[in-house]
């Protein structure tokens, strides 16, 4: 079974325009890179787990936004996208305005550098930031992309 991921697309209005948030991945390979190294907050769907729920999961993981006050109704389900490496990402929308300072992320292990045997922490993601829907288009992987239209389609 091919890989899946899921996330949610936190959106607002700002003179008008929407924005999406994104965050960019965190630790030593994306230090140094700017377009392509940004995503909507999403993880892998752990094993028999629903894939709204690794939503939320994933999203509160990488942020620190908590969706449990939220209404599952008012949720905006987008249609599933395949990117290149075969990997699967569900995701929904909200509109939630979210201050990135607050932004808080779960971290991970790694050899660091590699080969030396010394292991470090980093944050899965590194920070977020409010982005147009056009200027997102630039940022994210262009696997994403398709949601992000879906997404301006479904909010005009």
Not at 55 to 80: Q, V, Y
Not at 81 to 108: C, L, P, Q, R, Y
Not at 112 to 121: A, I, L, N
């Amino acid at each position: 079974m091919s890989k899946q991921s899921a996330g949610i697309i936190l959106y607002r209005f700002k003179n008008k325009t929407p924005q999406v948030l994104l965050v960019r991945l965190g630790g030593p390979f994306w230090a140094k890179k700017n377009i392509g190294n940004w995503s909507i907050p999403k993880g892998e769907i752990e094993e028999n787990e629903n894939a709204f729920a690794a939503a939320k999961r994933e999203t509160s993981e990488e942020t620190g936004i908590h969706f449990e006050h939220i209404d599952h109704s008012l949720f905006i389900e987008l249609s599933p996208v395949k990117i290149k490496s075969g990997k699967t990402i569900f995701a929904w929308a909200i509109e939630e305005d979210f201050d990135t300072n607050e932004m808080k992320s779960n971290f991970f292990e790694m050899e660091w550098p590699p080969k030396s045997g010394q292991r470090k922490q980093f944050p899965e993601v590194d920070s977020a930031e409010w982005f147009s829907i056009e200027e997102a288009k630039d940022k994210v992987n262009k696997g994403q992309v398709p949601m992000l239209d879906e997404l301006a389609e479904k909010l005009k």
